[in-house]
Structures are given as structure tokens and as C-alpha cells.
């Protein structure tokens, strides 16, 4: 995985809220059985209308997508997060984010960050007035800057030590080996087992 | 202090706890399907890691399988390529697969039930976000990403920070006209899809003990719709009964020493839950969405609402956009909305007593005039149930189609989709813009619903259909 300190950028505006996993990558995407690819997919249907905001020649290049609330509800499709990460996405502003969207994602390397929603309007508001404006991510300082906004962010620190070092879950997992083992010598015999029967 | 039910099976599985980390859990069952499987395994080849425990795997083909013709070739080259790379992955690392054809084959969140592997007081995963279906078991069971997928089959664990806890209570009796569906409907559009957020839900109270598991599954695995990763009801006689001489149930001292042990797992009097919420199960009707999420519900006595009638900006929104989208107009009675399609079946009401409540109330009626009635059971195993009882007769003699197992229509993925504008009542769990199809527009409902419905032709209740036979009598 890559790792994230900082990032900045130019932004795409997406004023919608209760964007779920079927509009970021339609489920006809999911029968593909690679990592990327799926940049094509990205908000397939609303692309379809040249208005639609990541049309604009302006927001080419974009690479922040500053969303509206509950932002990755539904399916718990990884590929949303693919398809955000293959378009050129690093990083997702919103107020609220679904639960499994948001694990999806710090697990791949995109930092979803979360801003109050007064915050949320005020990026939209710059970037839609001025689209060459850039927002920075900065992941060391927790911190959202652009031009006349500065806004803090939490992120809990085991997520963002992983995410600040590139760190992949499994090889960490493995490091505990012998609290697996000796979990795995105590359970139960009547725990279900796929191969009996 | 006394802890909730899913304190107690989140803290039996704790495999490492420190400061400041997530809680390292193992992981009792994995179940695999062939669409969030394929990135995982390509990442245990690259770095050649093995299935920690093929005894805790298992997988099944459901979404792509199509439910017509299933002895010939899958005609969409890409949902072929996904089941096959399903079946080449299984070999390749030795896990137990039950591919199209096989009976014991149908949706992963039907079959991990009816195979007695989901059992109380079991951490269930999949990558797939239905897997709250089986916390009717009282088991802690969440959907993953494909990341996840790829952690637990390495590890047979997942690092997870420990969730808060929600009671929903359901106060009083249901009616007998409303269903487990409606109950759960009506829950989203009270708590919204985000209310459950972060938690796990625990649904309790008198209403849920009587209710069967085949209900309770229904309830749980809707539990997604509610922003919530899991919802669990403790396990009791009823749970007990479903189990008992299942394939992979216990066996005799190993049965009782379970049994003993899912006593347990109840929710103790003096814990405290980081929220409640109480329903009143008398209050209840039959309910259906009119818009694109599974919040956007009404009793099917009311009329479409009107978007200005929202006082929050963004829900004001919302019910426009759904509104423009769903082809509907505020103050639409939605008794009086016509559907072309009626589809029953999914891991939400796809089992046997789902079918059994459609097939009582088509028998010996006729599927209105240019609708078309799918039936597609959960599972092989119900299919075959069903036609035992004769219920495939019921159906296509009403006129209806009876299909194979599979999700279907449920999302598409396969050929059973609605047309550009064309218009469902649903027996599944999402009305999101486009899942049953491009354009495709769709009112969940309960089975009850979709049955009368179907022999209606607009969105009706069973109580409509007598309505109706004595109005025709009146009128013979
Ligand atoms: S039936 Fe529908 S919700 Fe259930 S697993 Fe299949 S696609 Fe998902």
C-alpha cells in the first residue's frame, strides 16, 4: 500500500447526499476479477449527462472529491474504492461516511476525512467559484487547508500510523501468531466446522 | 457491570487486546461468493500465503448464476469468467464449494443457515454486506471488504475497533397482517439509513421472541439498510429448534455442552446499551418504499409524501430526486402505483416460509395482465422443499414464472432485470436507482405484499385481494 502524508489538489464538488455503492461502481462492474480498471465505472449512470460535475473539463486532473453526507452507503463493494482510487482520487471529504465505505478505504490507501458539514459547504463553495483552487490533506497534521479555510480532522492513530507508513494489515496481523495459535487451542469443540458432516 | 449480547461474543473472541489498537477477533465461519473473492485470492498467490482454516471456509456461487437454463453455458462471457475464476480459485486452495448444479448451492446468507453452520455465539464474515443475516442466531456476523476477505483467509482474524451497541425494543404483539418485512421497513424509516451507524443492533422484546428464525433472519439481514454492520437477537428455544439435526449442528455432548453455552447469550438486566430505540409493534401495517433507499417507506395506506414536507434540506432533497426518479407524484396514493414485474425471493424473503406466504395467497388467482412474476428461491435446498409441497405448481399455474436459486433480480447481475423505467415490487432489500436494472424502479415489500400485489397489478395488501374477490362476487 502507499503511503499518505500530505496531499494536495485540485477538487471535484459533489453536491449529493446518500451517495450509495451501486451509483460510485454499478454492480455490472463487480463481475470484473482484477484490482483496476475501474475508472470507467466511476458514477457510471450520472456520466452519462455531460452537466454532470465530473465532466466539466474543469475538474480533469481532479484529484479530492469533496462529497455530501453518508457518502458509500449500501454494498459493501471494495470496488467503490477502486474506482474512486483508478480515477485518481487520493482522498474523499464528506461529513459522514458509511461504516464498511470507510474501513474499504483507509484499508487501500484512500483517506476518507471527515468534516463538518459547515466545512463541506464552504469547500464547495470555493472550489465551484474558482476550480483550479487546491485543497491540502495533510495526514501528519490532521488538518484540511485551502484558501481561507482551516479545519481539523479526526482519524483514529492506529489508522493513520498504518496509512502515514504504508503498512499492509496482514503482515501486522501475523506478527501475533502465537496469540492466534493458543485462541485457536482453546476453542470449543462444538464450534461449526465446514468440513464435518 | 452485565454486558450486552454482543459484548459477550465480541469479547469470546478476542484474540489480542492493546492499548489504543483494534481488537484482533477470530473469525468462526468465512463464507465466499464469487464476486468480492476473486482480488483476495489473487493477493494470497501474490504473496504466497495458503487458507489459514479450510475448516471455517466456505463458498457458494449466487450472484451471477443464472436462474433459467442453468445446465447450458452462462452466455455473459464475464459472469463466467467470475464463477470460473470462483471455482478455479477453490481448487487451487482447497476450500469447500458449492458451484451451480450442486444442491446445496443458492445465496451465501441462505445456505450458511440452513447447513447448520451459522450458530449462536459465532463470528460470521463475508464479503458481502447481507452477512447480518445471521445474527438472528445471535451470532456476530458483518459483511467485509474484499481487503478483509483476503486478512481472513490468511489469518482467520480481523483487527476491528469494538462497536456501540443499540437496542431496538418491539414492544406488544404484531398484527397478523404485518410481516417481519414490514416490522423492518418500518424500523429504517424511523432510525433512517444512517441511525445505526456504528452500532451493533440487538432487536428484543416480545414481538421479536415470537417470531420465527426464518423472520428473523429477514430482520437482521435488512439491519445493513439501517447504516448498521450488524444486528443480533438472542438466541432462544426457537433458535435451539432450528438447529437441532442440522448437517453441521452439534452432536450429542458437544450439542449440549453448545446449548449451555448459547443460554448464555443473553443480554444481562443491568447493561446498558449506547442506545435505544422502542417500536410499538401494535401500531404497524404493511409498509413499502416509494423511494430510492430503504428509508424512503410509508404504511401502503398512505399517500407519496410531498418532498416540501421535509424540514431538513438534504432529506428534502433526496425525496425529490427520488420522486423525479421513481416516475411518482406527491400525494399518490400508493395503493393506486402500477408495477410490471413482481420479484420474489433474495436472502431478505427468499426462504420457505417466504414462499409459502406468496404461494397462499396467488393459489387458485391469476398474476394480473402484463406483470410478470418471478419466483426465485434463496437456495436449492428450498427450491426443492417448495416443490415438494407443490408450491412451484401454485405459482406457474397463477401464471408465474418458478426459477432456480440465485440473487436474480435482487441486483442483476445476472439476465433478470427490469428494463429502462419499468417498475417492481420487490421482495429484496434495496430500491437504490438502477440495481434491479438501468432505469429500473423498485418498491420493496414484504412477500405477502408482492403476492398481492402481483395478482393485483398495483402495489396491494392480501386484505385488498379479499376486498377485491367480493367485489367480483357482488358483481358475478
Ligand atoms: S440476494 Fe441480494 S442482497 Fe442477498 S446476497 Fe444476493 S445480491 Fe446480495
Known amino acids: 500500500m502507499e503511503a499518505f502524508t500530505a496531499h494536495t489538489g485540485r477538487a471535484v464538488p459533489l453536491r449529493r447526499s446518500n451517495v450509495d455503492t451501486d451509483q460510485i461502481i454499478p454492480a455490472h462492474w463487480l463481475k470484473k476479477v482484477t484490482r483496476d480498471g475501474f475508472e470507467d465505472g466511476l458514477f457510471e449512470a450520472w456520466r452519462k449527462d455531460p452537466e454532470f460535475v465530473l465532466n466539466k473539463p474543469e475538474r480533469a486532473g481532479a484529484t479530492v472529491l469533496v462529497a455530501g453526507p453518508d457518502f458509500g452507503t449500501g454494498s459493501s463493494r471494495e470496488h467503490a474504492v477502486w474506482a474512486l482510487q483508478n480515477y485518481g482520487f487520493k482522498t474523499v471529504v464528506s461529513s459522514r461516511f458509511a461504516d464498511i465505505f470507510r474501513g474499504n478505504s483507509l484499508k487501500n490507501g484512500l483517506l476518507t476525512v471527515v468534516l463538518e458539514q459547515q466545512v463541506v459547504d464552504a469547500l464547495w463553495e470555493l472550489v465551484e467559484q474558482d476550480p483550479t483552487a487546491e485543497i491540502t490533506v495533510d495526514l501528519q497534521d490532521r488538518q484540511v487547508r485551502a484558501e481561507g479555510i482551516t479545519a481539523d480532522f479526526e482519524l483514529d492513530e492506529n489508522a493513520r500510523w498504518r496509512l502515514l507508513n504504508g503498512l499492509d494489515d496482514i503482515s501486522i ?25 | 457491570m452485565g454486558r450486552t449480547l454482543a459484548e459477550k461474543v465480541w469479547d469470546d473472541h478476542v484474540v489480542r487486546r492493546a492499548e489504543g489498537e483494534p ?9 465466499l461468493h464469487e464476486v468480492t473473492s476473486p482480488q483476495a485470492f489473487d493477493g494470497l498467490r501474490k504473496s504466497n500465503r495458503a487458507v489459514r482454516r479450510l475448516d471455517l471456509t466456505i463458498a457458494t456461487e449466487d450472484h451471477n448464476t443464472p436462474t433459467l437454463d442453468i445446465d447450458k453455458p452462462i452466455a455473459d462471457p464475464v459472469s463466467r469468467i467470475q464463477l470460473e475464476t470462483l471455482r478455479k480459485n477453490c481448487a487451487d486452495f482447497g476450500v469447500r464449494l458449492h458451484p451451480l448444479g450442486d444442491v446445496e448451492q443458492g445465496v451465501v446468507h441462505v445456505v450458511g443457515p440452513q447447513l447448520g453452520l ?23 456476523a458483518f459483511g467485509i471488504g474484499t481487503s478483509q476477505v483476503e486478512h481472513v483467509l490468511a489469518t482467520q482474524t480481523l483487527p476491528m475497533a469494538r462497536p ?22 418500518a424500523i429504517i424509516a424511523k432510525i433512517g439509513t444512517g441511525g445505526g451507524q456504528g452500532y451493533v443492533l440487538e432487536y428484543r422484546g416480545p414481538a421479536i421472541e415470537k417470531l420465527s428464525m426464518e423472520a428473523r433472519m429477514t430482520i437482521c439481514n435488512m439491519s445493513i439498510e439501517a447504516g448498521a454492520r450488524a444486528g443480533m437477537i438472542a438466541p432462544d428455544a426457537t433458535t435451539f429448534d432450528y438447529l437441532k439435526g442440522r448437517d453441521h449442528a452439534p ?32 401500531s404497524l401495517a404493511p409498509f413499502v418504499t416509494w423511494g430510492t433507499n430503504p428509508g424512503q417507506g410509508a404504511p401502503l395506506s398512505a399517500n407519496v409524501p410531498d418532498p416540501a414536507s421535509y424540514e431538513d434540506p438534504s432529506e428534502r432533497n433526496a425525496a425529490e430526486k427520488a420522486l423525479e426518479y421513481m416516475g411518482l407524484t406527491a ?7 402500477r408495477v410490471d414485474t413482481v420479484f420474489v425471493g433474495s436472502c431478505t424473503n427468499g426462504r420457505i416460509e417466504d414462499l409459502r406466504a406468496a404461494a ?15 419466483v426465485v428461491p434463496g437456495s436449492v435446498r428450498v427450491a426443492l422443499q417448495a416443490v415438494a409441497e407443490g408450491l412451484d405448481k401454485v405459482f406457474t399455474q397463477a401464471g408465474a414464472e418458478w426459477r432456480h436459486a440465485g440473487c436474480s433480480m435482487c441486483l442483476g447481475m445476472n439476465p433478470d432485470q427490469l428494463a429502462p423505467g419499468e417498475r417492481s415490487a420487490s421482495t429484496s432489500n434495496r430500491n437504490f436507482e438502477g440495481r434491479q436494472g438501468k432505469g429500473g424502479r423498485t418498491h420493496l415489500v414484504s412477500p405477502q405484499v408482492a403476492a398481492a400485489t402481483a395478482v393485483l397489478g398495483h402495489l396491494a395488501s392480501p386484505a385488498d385481494l379479499s376486498d377485491a374477490d367480493a367485489t367480483a362476487l357482488v358483481e358475478a
Open chain 2, 331 to 337: 400525494g399518490q396514493p400508493l395503493r393506486d402505483i
Open chain 2, 360 to 374: 397462499a395467497i396467488v393459489e387458485g388467482r391469476s398474476v394480473a395482465d402484463g406483470v410478470r412474476m418471478l
Open chain 1, 173 to 197: 496481523t501475523l506478527q501475533n501468531e502465537d496469540a492466534i495459535s493458543t485462541y485457536e487451542s482453546s476453542r470449543p469443540s462444538h464450534k461449526p466446522s465446514t468440513l464435518r458432516g
Open chain 2, 251 to 282: 452432536q450429542g455432548e458437544d450439542w449440549d455442552a453448545a446449548v449451555a453455552y448459547w443460554k448464555t447469550l443473553k443480554t444481562d438486566d443491568d447493561a446498558v446499551f449506547d442506545a435505544e430505540v422502542v417500536i410499538d409493534a401494535a
Open chain 2, 23 to 31: 481488537d484482533l477477533l477470530f473469525i468462526d465461519l468465512h463464507l
Open chain 2, 164 to 185: 456501540r451497541t443499540m437496542a431496538i425494543t418491539v414492544e406488544g404483539e404484531l398484527p397478523d397482517t404485518v410481516t417481519a418485512k414490514d416490522l423492518i421497513l
Open chain 2, 118 to 140: 451459522t450458530q449462536p455465539g459465532t463470528t460470521v464474515v463475508c464479503g458481502d454486506s447481507h452477512t447480518s443475516t445471521h445474527g438472528a442466531f445471535g451470532a456476530l
